[in-house]
């Protein structure tokens, strides 16, 4: 086990995590679009800013370790589904276990709201993030033609039955 994996904590994001999260974000899906094309975008912004309120359904949890940020995952939990919205680790802390640490922590708070399913769309071309979900008992469960529309890529949505 990595010293990482070891040390690294999760917690629910605070308003000053939001910096760290904005520009992790930015690396890591700049210019990524879903079909929902500017309303989308504009309604997961304002819920994503509704949420550090507290006033939305989506949820926010970091890896840290040491006081250092890790990385972090927005989540919602409806109809006894939970659906991860993002998920991004620092570039420098790839495949060292937090993703997978973010994963689990998702797993025990779906369990503890009672869901069932845990779901997730990935781009059909990445294939280290197909094969990371599929190490975690996930399975293509629909191709969602067309959903990026940045690139008219086809979306893959992965689900996890619990």
């Known amino acids: 086990m990595s010293t990482l994996l070891a040390t690294a904590s999760i917690r629910p994001a605070k308003p000053e ?3 760290n999260i904005i520009k ?12 929902l094309g500017f ?3 504009l309604r997961f912004i304002l819920k994503s800013f509704l949420s550090r309120i507290g006033y939305s359904r989506i949820k926010w ?4 370790s040491q006081n250092e940020f890790l990385g972090f995952a927005a989540y919602e939990i409806w109809c006894k589904r939970m659906h991860i919205l993002r998920i991004a680790i620092e570039p420098t802390k790839l495949r060292q276990g937090v993703g997978t640490k973010l994963v689990l922590e998702l797993e025990s708070i779906s369990r503890s709201n009672k869901a069932k399913v845990i779901f997730l769309e990935v781009r059909s071309t990445k294939k280290y993030v197909q094969l990371f979900y599929e190490s975690l008992k996930f399975k ?12 008219k890529e086809n979306g893959l949505r992965m689900e996890r039955v619990l």
């Open 17 to 19: 995590d939001f910096g």
């Open 39 to 41: 309303w989308g975008r």
């Open 24 to 35: 992790l974000n930015r690396h890591h899906f700049h210019g990524t679009t879903c079909k």
């Open 61 to 64: 949890i970091v890896a840290e």
């Open 140 to 151: 293509v469960t629909n191709v969602l033609r067309g959903f990026y529309s940045d690139t």
